[in-house]
């Protein structure tokens, strides 16, 4: 086995820490104290419905691992294995029973694997196109991670704004403590491969043309009808009152690592093109009287 680099160690340290600092939450440790559940399911009940949903969809994003990632590095492995699933299905069944405390369906996660993961895994089997596709992982890992630290943190606010104590610090507080661990950890992963120029530069142009065509916001898995959601997600926490400045929060870091900030890049330009699309499905199904998600419970 080649000899571990500094960054790979640290990448490595980093997954170790997270397991012994963040334990996955306990259901038992959550307060259900909910002081007006009609308040909270007529501002948010989008939100926490579509949050338990993605969360609960991690069960097939490991799935999808280990078809995209035939070659799985141990600290890859060991990280979405022992550390991210274990957390992620938590936060999933904490959301989706507060979800139902305050009158919500129970979330329907999408668990089937779709075919394009299963091409581009297939393709994966060539060493070369391996690493490009490990490369998306970590990019994908990131704007996700990223976009979830900055749900949490806005709903956190808006429960402690409407003086929902249980649900801000038994609920929002623990879940958000944990996902900045998972930014990081797709931060240092993408980093160690671009700057420790592990990939060619046609490997690099592969990955911006398919992050150019494929890119999608969390949990919006290639279906319009989730991406529709999602504009209703950024409506409710208040993200569309100024898109281009959500786009640089979401998409800096890949603007960086994966464009070398090209031509004083902000933001990659699909970024903003998917909160537009987004947006504009969701005020379009609004129109039509459709609430989706929230409604049809
Ligand atoms: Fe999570
Ligand atoms: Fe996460």
Redesign the pocket.
Known sequence: MAKETIAEQKIREHVERLGEQHPPIALASVDRTVKNPDVVREKFGHVIEY?AR??LE?DRNVLELLVLLPRTKEVDRMFYEDVWQP??IQ??LIIDQLGQDIGLAPAEPMLEVQTSMKILGALSHIPAIGEVTRLLYYLTGAST?RQ?VLA?NTLSRAMAELEEKAISETIIGP?KQ??PG?FAFYQMAAREMVEGGRLKPWQLWMAREIRSFSYGLVGTNGKKYYTADMGGVMEALGFTDDLEGFAKDVGRFEAKVLWANRNGMAFPPYVLRALRDSLALYRERHKRGDQGIAAAA
Do not use: P, R, W
Request: hydrophobic share 35%.
């Open positions: 949050l993605v969360e991690v957390q992620e936060h999933g991670e979830a949490y879940i944990q996902e998972h």
